[in-house]
């Protein structure tokens, strides 16, 4: 199984963090993701599987999982992408409502400025989504498969 455990992604260390996420999965901010994290572990689902061998419990499966989502970066590519699109757009109008108009130049300063921590929030809800729902989606994959998941 991969380790990325000091990659900043503790999202339960940082208590107003935390606060922010929970609210946003009790608001339903983050419910699509839900089908995204389905979606990832059909598409990943050997190298998840047979990652965790014959011995596998549920942390090791969220553990796996979410290792997974932490090497590939993104758990929807297109839903990301328009989501990023939608924030550089309001970057956009916000500088625009201040006479900044050179949209070129607005895209690049965001994406300097604020790209990286944009990306590493996006993974942080959606490591916070898996640690709800994950494990049930893990066995609804497998029963739809046709697979016992053998947890423990």
């Not at 689902?45 to 970066?73: Q, V």
């Not at 924030?87 to 300063?109: L, P, S």
């Not at 790209?115 to 709800?132: C, F, G, K, P």
Request: with cysteine.
């Amino acid at each position: 199984m991969e380790h990325y455990h000091n990659e900043g992604y503790d999202i339960y260390s940082n208590p107003e963090a935390l606060r922010t996420l929970e609210n946003d999965w009790r608001c339903g901010l983050l419910r699509d993701r839900v089908q995204c994290w389905k979606h990832f572990i059909r598409k990943h689902w050997d190298h998840i599987h047979l990652s965790l061998g014959p011995n596998r419990d549920d942390f090791m499966i969220l553990e796996t999982t979410k290792s997974k989502l932490k090497a590939e970066r993104f758990l929807d590519l297109r839903s990301e992408m328009e989501d990023q699109a939608k924030a550089i757009q309001a970057e956009i109008w916000i500088r625009g409502e201040r006479g900044e108009h050179d949209r070129y130049r607005i895209c690049q300063e965001w994406a300097a400025t604020h790209a990286e921590t944009w990306r590493r929030w996006r993974i942080q809800e959606n490591l916070y989504v898996a640690d709800q729902v994950l494990i049930n989606l893990y066995r609804e994959v497998s029963a739809e498969l046709g697979l016992n998941p053998i947890c423990r």
